[in-house]
């Protein structure tokens, strides 16, 4: 029997984001783009503030045009450096859109 080859996935396309956020801004907005390609996100909340998390996915959403429920932190849950996906946007398109917006 001649071994085949599979390539699995789970079907959800989208891009992912490396976010450093700086928290207590006079208003939310993008600072720059860091020389390892981190986006630096100031926000209004405060660093201890359980909704921070919240707070950037919203930001995310209103910058990105996507719903904030398309959007995960999936790794720095409770640090300012930060892993979010976006489904259903490529990277090319966020990263359009993440430039556009820069302070």
């Given at each position: 029997m001649e071994s085949r080859q599979y390539h699995?996935?789970?079907?959800?396309?989208?891009?992912?984001?490396?976010?450093?956020?700086?928290?207590?801004?006079?208003?939310?907005?993008?600072?720059?783009?860091?020389?390892?390609s981190t986006i630096k996100i100031r926000l209004t909340s405060a660093a201890d503030d359980k909704k921070l998390n919240q707070v950037l996915l919203e930001f995310l959403s209103?910058?990105?045009?996507?719903?904030?429920?398309r959007m995960e932190v999936v790794a720095g849950v409770n640090?300012?450096?930060?892993?979010?996906?976006?489904?259903?946007l490529d990277a090319a398109t966020v990263q359009q859109k993440i430039i556009s917006r820069l302070s």
């Open positions: 699995l996935h789970n079907g959800q396309k989208g891009a992912a984001l490396a976010v450093r956020v700086i928290p207590r801004g006079s208003k939310n907005e993008i600072v720059e783009i860091l020389n390892d209103e910058v990105l045009g996507v719903p904030a429920g640090g300012m450096d930060k892993l979010v996906t976006v489904l259903d």
